[in-house]
Nanobody, 122 residues
Framework: QVQLVESGGGLVQAGGSLRLSCAAS????????MAWFRQAPGKEREFVAV????????RTAESVKGRFTISRDNAKNTMYLQMNSLKPEDTAVYLC???????????????WGQGTQVTVSS
């Protein structure tokens, strides 16, 4: 099992930027695919982006493509989500997840962090 802790959320104005981090620990933390999901109140958990364990493969949701960039640093056991040009509709709790297969559904992932709140004001 991989343990995950997110950080970097906060309140930002529309058009601003934030960088989220997800610190991973555990015996296999550097050999799993890692993803970001988000969940707004009353809505289902939504895929944002995933990065393969080597860092060379990524997938990004259409709703954030061109604005969000996922990356990872295995030497630091940390994954990042750089979020630019933020919109009010990006407001949600952002969660990181670990698993295998570069999937876009939550069921692909068996380790989850507690989440970090991102709020974008208009």
């Amino acid at each position: 099992q991989v343990q995950l802790v997110e950080s970097g959320g906060g309140l930002v104005q529309a058009g601003g930027s934030l960088r989220l981090s997800c610190a991973a620990s555990g015996r296999t933390s550097s050999s799993v695919d890692m993803a970001w999901f988000r969940q707004a109140p009353g809505k289902e958990r939504e895929f944002v982006a995933v990065v393969g364990w080597t860092g060379g493969l990524t997938r990004t949701a259409e709703s954030v493509k061109g604005r969000f960039t996922i990356s990872r640093d295995n030497a630091k056991n940390t994954m990042y989500l750089q979020m630019n040009s933020l919109k009010p509709e990006d407001t949600a709790v952002y969660l990181c997840a670990a698993g295998r297969g570069l999937g876009t559904a939550p069921s692909w992932y068996n380790s989850w962090g507690q989440g970090t709140q991102v709020t974008v004001s208009s």
